[in-house]
């Protein structure tokens, strides 16, 4: 069974970037724009994994995070923040609050599948 990802990302190129490359690889990728989107797909759908940009308007990616592990323990649901800052004060608040990995634009896509796949292999061995 392939994975179904959720891309929640404001800028639509990476978002559109992302699912193409998720699909190649055999995942199912959906893509919300912000985060009250995303968090309406998980009410309607499951998602094995998500894929969480920090910066965004409306609803940012920590308080989209937030709202996620109300409801998605971190060892069911893995969220990797994607992020253009790599400032640690920014990564740290984001594992403390929760989030299982990050990683950093630009994308690095073979770390990206790695983190992924190991993270899915984690969740299936639980």
């Keep these: 069974m392939s994975a179904k990802i959720l891309v929640v990302d404001d800028d639509e190129m990476t978002r559109h970037f992302l699912a193409h ?19 309406s797909l998980m ?3 499951h998602f094995d994994i998500i894929l969480l940009d920090i910066e965004m308007p409306v609803m940012n990616g920590l308080e989209t995070l937030k709202n996620i592990r109300k409801e998605h323990p971190k060892k069911d649901l893995p969220v990797l923040m ?3 800052n790599d400032q640690s004060s ?5 594992l403390d609050m929760g989030a299982n990995d ?18 899915l292999e984690t969740v299936r061995k639980a």
């Design 82 to 84: 994607v992020t253009a």
């Design 21 to 39: 490359i998720l699909a190649q690889q055999g995942f199912l990728p959906e893509a919300a724009m912000d985060g009250e989107q995303a968090l």
């Design 43 to 45: 009410r309607e759908k």
């Design 102 to 119: 990050y990683v950093v634009k630009p994308l690095d896509v073979p770390v990206l599948f790695a983190r992924i796949r190991a993270h």
């Design 90 to 94: 920014e990564i740290v608040l984001a």
